[in-house]
């Protein structure tokens, strides 16, 4: 196992009791019910920027998108510099109003802001 699939993994069991703490609080907004709901069956998200303006965070984003596809683990990405909805979306999906990227959720389950140490 790689180091990145270790940091993931350790990331997710820290993260776990408060996303199960969070849930009842999160399924009352309907669009994050809806998330909730679609994402839960096995669905890998992963909030990405396009944007290589800040050359650091745009590669933490190329760089989690490679270890998924080097995983060979299905990913819907969506990239927040393209649609505004979007960007909105991952702002209530945070509760943050200017959340950093990339964003990763995992059956529904928010695991935070990723990145792979070299």
């Known amino acids: 196992m790689h180091y990145s699939h ?4 350790i990331h997710y069991m820290q993260c776990v009791s408060q996303v199960f703490s969070d ?3 999160l399924l009352q907004d ?3 019910a809806a998330l909730y709901e679609a994402e839960r069956a096995g669905k890998v998200v992963v909030y990405v920027t396009g944007m290589a303006a800040i050359r650091e ?3 933490r984003c ?3 998108k490679k270890m998924f ?6 990913v819907n990405i969506k990239d927040i510099s393209l649609d ?4 909105e979306e991952l702002k209530k999906r945070t509760n943050n109003p200017q959340p950093a990227v990339p964003q990763v959720f995992v059956n529904g389950h928010h695991f935070g802001v990723c ?3 070299h």
């Open 57 to 59: 965070t745009y590669q």
């Open 115 to 117: 990145s792979l140490a």
């Open 62 to 64: 190329e760089d989690i």
């Open 23 to 25: 849930r009842g609080q």
């Open 6 to 9: 270790c940091f993931l993994t």
């Open 69 to 74: 596809y080097n995983m060979r683990i299905k």
């Open 30 to 32: 309907p669009l994050l």
């Open 84 to 87: 505004a909805a979007t960007h």
